[in-house]
């Protein structure tokens, strides 16, 4: 059992909780019972698992699984693991994987996308994934200027539907979208606090690219003056805004509402 914050291991392990760790080693970190579950079902494979005693007795199923699926496997005591969590109450287990393994190609909707720029909360991009996944989006595009699709906090926000979603972090998003507006029929909706058209007013039975900017400053003028039909979501006087991850979501089921009575449900 590996009892010392200062073994070599744990403190490589320690540098993913931050990005230019995770880009150093091209790895990336997994917190808690449910995204190592999640990633099991995906049949990842992991670079490391380290767990406690506590947790193979309470999981020993899921704990068969993800060791049959590790390259290596530390047993590491209770503040070890809280050493390399970012999490102040980790439940006994953490898992890296190789980001090279999750090289995330360019989904292209066919149905309905979303399109995310310059998204800096880690706990917003992880909500957006998870909403996403519920509803039934074909694929999201990130900015590369976002925070890092593998933060920690996306992942435990996402709640394992980081597995489940098409991603892909784009180079050049307006020429992504641009190209993808060019096929027949396509829309791309944007959301702007100044437009006039409200978002159930929107035909979203077409295939639809949903565009959501940055939390304080929204879209760019490059990226919104893609849009066919800016939205806006009506909100009470007084109020000024939504978060962007429940904006998202607000918008996302009502298109899924139209497609479902169109006779093509998520």
């Known amino acids: 059992m590996l009892t010392s914050v200062k073994n070599p291991f744990i403190k490589q392990l320690k540098q993913l909780q931050r990005a230019k760790g995770r880009h150093e ?10 995204l190592i579950e999640e990633a099991c079902a ?12 506590d947790w193979a007795l309470h999981y020993p199923e899921l704990w068969e699984r993800a060791i049959a699926q590790s390259a290596r496997c530390e ?23 190789d980001r090279t393994q999750l090289t995330h190609t360019i ?22 994934i998870r909403t996403a996944a519920a509803v039934g989006v074909d694929g999201l ?10 933060h920690p906090k996306v992942l435990r926000a ?5 597995f489940r979603l098409p991603m892909g972090v784009v180079a050049d998003l307006p020429t992504q979208v641009a190209e993808w507006r060019s096929h027949p029929n396509h829309q791309v909706v944007a959301t702007l606090p100044t437009a006039q058209q409200i978002y159930w007013t929107v035909d979203f039975t077409r295939p639809t690219l949903l565009l959501l900017g940055n939390e304080g400053a929204g879209l760019s003028p490059a990226l919104s003056a893609l849009a066919d039909v800016s939205v806006t979501i009506p909100l009470a006087p007084g109020v000024e805004s939504l978060n962007v991850a429940i904006a998202a979501a607000v918008i996302l089921y009502e298109a899924q ?7 093509n449900p998520s």
């Not at 995906?42 to 767990?51: E, I």
């Not at 693991?81 to 102040?88: E, G, R, S, V």
């Open 25 to 34: 080693q091209q790895h990336m970190l997994l917190e808690g019972t449910h």
């Open 107 to 128: 989904p292209q909707p066919t149905r309905l996308g979303l399109a995310l720029e310059t998204l800096q909360d880690p706990g917003n991009l992880g909500t957006l």
């Open 42 to 53: 995906a049949g990842m494979s992991f670079t490391a698992l380290c767990h406690t005693p």
């Open 141 to 150: 595009w990130l900015s590369s200027d976002s925070v890092d699709l593998d």
């Open 75 to 97: 047993l590491v005591s209770p503040d070890v693991l809280k050493a390399i969590a970012t999490t102040m109450t980790p439940d006994g287990v953490v898992a890296t994987l």
């Open 257 to 263: 509402r139209q497609q479902a009575q169109m006779g």
């Open 158 to 162: 996402s709640a394992g539907q980081w």
